[in-house]
């Protein structure tokens, strides 16, 4: 890229810290301090303003770079992603949000609390979040590294690494001075900057084919190489039964996981009722809805104009598939338009970066000092303490996810949130279901549901070809792969659940059917609740 590219995507990203920096700052002076003002923002926020920071939390560096790279290299398979990012809400719409919101305080383990005993419930949650929230940081840094590499050329490997070691930083520093209020302004911002960015995107390249998206379709599949082949299922997930057998394992992971994420979780308990809850998971559906509508036509625009061969040549994951197209769409590389364009969207992708793993270390701190911490110090933990704990925590997580980051920079970001999908899908969403919904459910079943879809998830990556076996893999000169599968999901989510049924009826503890009663009226009506 020229000097001009990389002078002005600085310096519009820099404008874009700064106004961030500044929320921050404003919001710090103004805070009072208390857990309920750390973690949940004071519990002030409108349906609209949380419907847009959920968007915002959700439309990460995954949907607006990896899927539509994923298209651009695989056609329709590459819209299993925007397919199932969109109806995993519906799960959440329908099971989860209102009564979250009527459980809980501030974290996932507080839902399930509620009824178990608090102790090892909320280890246990607590390790499963950061873990989940780890994983989802990790394919920001690496989207974060690959949008600076073709920044600089694609030839700066200390660029990519002060790139990640920076945009952990500043998720300290939002996370630190300013909380939930601060990261819920951020997320908003971004999420109008990013729809803005994508809007423009699509219609310029709907311009281009004036309006016949056929002829795009066409078009996308003639440079693609692979003709009709481009169009139908198969390119990525066609090659046999273990790949088919991916496919439904990502599939299941996509669609179930999004209600285990922690850090959408948390977003409900900004708003100060449940309907208002319920209300912004409508607002961010609308939102997340059009939004991955228009990636598909993103990621075919950058099959027919840039074509997947240019794409692969930058970025071999497809991560940089919509900063090239944006600068065709402008004009070329070249010229002021493709400069300019190509400078926005760059500045639009951090800033979707930096908003998006804000949200995270937000949410894993909450975790690491509300459920770990006060579990471990319970008679002495006071909420300032407990502050000041999840502060450290955010400072701890950034580095382990700057490490993690380094390390896995040449895979493509949407597989890697697939992977914290099917981890969030396999230990926290079959807990929260048995507790919302299970009068017998145990505090043994509890643990073991977390830890039965936790640590198999995780083995079976650890024993896939995405750590070793093959040339694309994180360590390609080992192999000691063993399991066939890209995405564990498939194994691992119904391991979760059957942890969680064995636990219970193995359990010499009775349920607490006082205690259940209690929880399903609060869940339904909201009654007590915080």
């Given at each position: 890229m020229t000097g001009d590219h990389q002078t002005l995507a600085l310096l519009l990203f820099g404008v874009f810290v700064a106004v961030t920096l500044a929320i921050t700052t404003w919001v710090s002076r103004n805070r009072h301090g208390s857990a309920e003002e750390f973690y949940a923002g004071g519990r002030l926020f409108s349906p609209m303003e949380n419907g847009f920071?959920?968007?915002?939390?959700?439309?990460?560096?995954?949907s607006f770079l990896g899927i539509s790279g994923l298209i651009a290299l695989f056609g329709y398979d590459g819209l299993l992603y925007s397919v199932g990012f969109l109806v995993a809400w519906l799960v959440v719409l329908f099971l989860v949000a209102e009564l979250v919101r009527n459980c809980g305080r501030f974290?996932?383990?507080?839902?399930?609390?509620?009824?178990?005993?608090?102790?090892p419930v909320r280890i246990a949650a607590g390790t499963s979040s950061v873990t989940v929230s780890v994983l989802y940081l990790?394919?920001?840094m690496v989207g974060a590294g690959s949008l600076v590499a073709l920044l600089l050329g694609g030839t700066s490997g200390a660029a990519q690494t002060w790139t990640v070691i920076g945009v952990g930083a500043l998720m300290v520093i939002y996370v630190s001075l300013g909380g939930m209020r601060a990261t819920t302004w951020i997320q908003i911002v971004k999420a109008v900057l990013l729809m803005g960015g994508t809007i423009a995107l699509t219609v310029l390249v709907l311009v281009r084919f004036h309006g016949d998206f056929d002829q795009l379709l066409r078009t996308?599949?003639?440079?693609?190489?692979?003709?009709?082949?481009?169009?139908?299922?198969?390119?990525?997930?066609?090659?046999?039964?273990?790949a088919r057998l991916d496919f439904i394992s990502l599939g299941l992971a996509l669609v179930l996981g999004t209600a285990g994420l922690p850090h959408i979780l948390s977003r409900f308990y900004t708003v100060p009722t449940a309907r208002a809850a319920r209300r912004s998971v409508v607002w961010s559906i609308g939102l997340i809805g059009s939004f991955y509508l228009m990636t598909i036509v993103l990621g075919f625009g950058a099959a027919a104009i840039v074509g997947p061969d240019a794409v692969r040549g930058s970025n071999a994951a497809g991560n940089t598939a919509v900063p090239l197209l944006a600068l065709d769409l402008g004009g070329g590389a070249d010229t002021t338009g493709g400069t300019v364009l190509f400078a926005v969207v760059a500045a639009i992708a951090f800033a979707t970066i930096l908003a998006v793993v804000a949200g995270i270390t937000l949410a894993s701190s909450a975790s690491v000092a509300h459920d770990l911490y006060a579990s471990l110090r319970r008679k002495h933990a006071k909420p300032r303490s407990e502050v000041a704990v999840a502060r450290v925590a955010a400072a701890g997580v950034g580095v382990v996810a700057i490490g993690l980051g380094l390390l896995a920079r040449d895979l493509n970001v949407a597989f890697l949130v697939g992977l914290a999908f099917a981890v969030a899908a396999s230990a926290n969403l079959p807990v929260l279901l048995y507790s919302l919904f299970w009068r017998h459910f145990t505090t043994r079943g509890a643990v073991w549901s977390v830890y039965g879809g936790l640590v198999p998830s995780l083995a079976l990556v650890v024993l896939s070809p995405v750590v070793s076996g093959g040339p694309s893999s994180l360590f390609p000169g080992v192999d000691f792969q063993y399991f066939p599968l890209?995405?564990?999901g498939l194994v691992s989510i119904p391991l979760g659940f059957l942890a969680g049924w064995l636990g219970t009826v193995t359990s010499r503890e009775p349920a607490d059917e006082a205690k259940h009663a209690e929880t399903e009226v609060r869940s339904l009506t909201g009654a007590g609740a915080a």
């Amino acid at each position: 890229m020229t000097g001009d590219h990389q002078t002005l995507a600085l310096l519009l990203f820099g404008v874009f810290v700064a106004v961030t920096l500044a929320i921050t700052t404003w919001v710090s002076r103004n805070r009072h301090g208390s857990a309920e003002e750390f973690y949940a923002g004071g519990r002030l926020f409108s349906p609209m303003e949380n419907g847009f920071a959920i968007a915002g939390d959700y439309m990460s560096a995954a949907s607006f770079l990896g899927i539509s790279g994923l298209i651009a290299l695989f056609g329709y398979d590459g819209l299993l992603y925007s397919v199932g990012f969109l109806v995993a809400w519906l799960v959440v719409l329908f099971l989860v949000a209102e009564l979250v919101r009527n459980c809980g305080r501030f974290t996932l383990a507080d839902v399930v609390a509620a009824r178990m005993k608090e102790r090892p419930v909320r280890i246990a949650a607590g390790t499963s979040s950061v873990t989940v929230s780890v994983l989802y940081l990790v394919a920001q840094m690496v989207g974060a590294g690959s949008l600076v590499a073709l920044l600089l050329g694609g030839t700066s490997g200390a660029a990519q690494t002060w790139t990640v070691i920076g945009v952990g930083a500043l998720m300290v520093i939002y996370v630190s001075l300013g909380g939930m209020r601060a990261t819920t302004w951020i997320q908003i911002v971004k999420a109008v900057l990013l729809m803005g960015g994508t809007i423009a995107l699509t219609v310029l390249v709907l311009v281009r084919f004036h309006g016949d998206f056929d002829q795009l379709l066409r078009t996308a599949a003639d440079r693609s190489g692979h003709g009709s082949q481009f169009l139908a299922p198969g390119l990525k997930y066609g090659g046999g039964w273990t790949a088919r057998l991916d496919f439904i394992s990502l599939g299941l992971a996509l669609v179930l996981g999004t209600a285990g994420l922690p850090h959408i979780l948390s977003r409900f308990y900004t708003v100060p009722t449940a309907r208002a809850a319920r209300r912004s998971v409508v607002w961010s559906i609308g939102l997340i809805g059009s939004f991955y509508l228009m990636t598909i036509v993103l990621g075919f625009g950058a099959a027919a104009i840039v074509g997947p061969d240019a794409v692969r040549g930058s970025n071999a994951a497809g991560n940089t598939a919509v900063p090239l197209l944006a600068l065709d769409l402008g004009g070329g590389a070249d010229t002021t338009g493709g400069t300019v364009l190509f400078a926005v969207v760059a500045a639009i992708a951090f800033a979707t970066i930096l908003a998006v793993v804000a949200g995270i270390t937000l949410a894993s701190s909450a975790s690491v000092a509300h459920d770990l911490y006060a579990s471990l110090r319970r008679k002495h933990a006071k909420p300032r303490s407990e502050v000041a704990v999840a502060r450290v925590a955010a400072a701890g997580v950034g580095v382990v996810a700057i490490g993690l980051g380094l390390l896995a920079r040449d895979l493509n970001v949407a597989f890697l949130v697939g992977l914290a999908f099917a981890v969030a899908a396999s230990a926290n969403l079959p807990v929260l279901l048995y507790s919302l919904f299970w009068r017998h459910f145990t505090t043994r079943g509890a643990v073991w549901s977390v830890y039965g879809g936790l640590v198999p998830s995780l083995a079976l990556v650890v024993l896939s070809p995405v750590v070793s076996g093959g040339p694309s893999s994180l360590f390609p000169g080992v192999d000691f792969q063993y399991f066939p599968l890209e995405n564990p999901g498939l194994v691992s989510i119904p391991l979760g659940f059957l942890a969680g049924w064995l636990g219970t009826v193995t359990s010499r503890e009775p349920a607490d059917e006082a205690k259940h009663a209690e929880t399903e009226v609060r869940s339904l009506t909201g009654a007590g609740a915080a």
